[in-house]
Nanobody, 114 residues
Framework: VQLQASGGGLVQAGGSLRLSCAAS????????MGWYRQAPGKQRELVAA???????NYADSVKGRFTISRDNAKNTVYLQMNSLRPEDTAVYYC?????????WGKGTQVTVSS
């Protein structure tokens, strides 16, 4: 199973980015899908997650600004990030729970300038 993430980049504070992550390979059933991030010198943290039934969970720091969604037909999860702040700067990783285990993407850099 491979996860291919895209959509990161450099944006000014207040701007928007949309991350995408597509899962491919021998994955029988995808349960939860999510995004994590890791800033320099900090631990990896959950940003947002969405279950197969559509229930969403967000970190307090991104509530009201980020929206997670998924396309089950495409095995793809999205993260719409609005009103970005410099503290959102990090490497963002997608995560997929399926086949009884977790899969991780390689990460995509998001940099927000002030």
């Amino acid at each position: 199973v491979q996860l291919q993430a895209s959509g990161g980049g450099l944006v000014q504070a207040g701007g928007s980015l949309r991350l995408s992550c597509a899962a491919s390979g021998s994955i029988l059933r995808i349960n939860a899908m999510g995004w994590y991030r890791q800033a320099p010198g900090k631990q990896r943290e959950l940003v947002a997650a969405i279950t197969s039934g559509g229930s969403r969970n967000y970190a307090d720091s991104v509530k009201g600004r980020f929206t997670i969604s998924r396309d089950n037909a495409k095995n793809t999860v999205y993260l719409q990030m609005n009103s970005l702040r410099p503290e959102d700067t990090a490497v963002y990783y997608c995560n997929v729970e399926g086949n009884g285990r977790d899969y991780w993407g390689k990460g995509t850099q998001v940099t927000v300038s002030s």
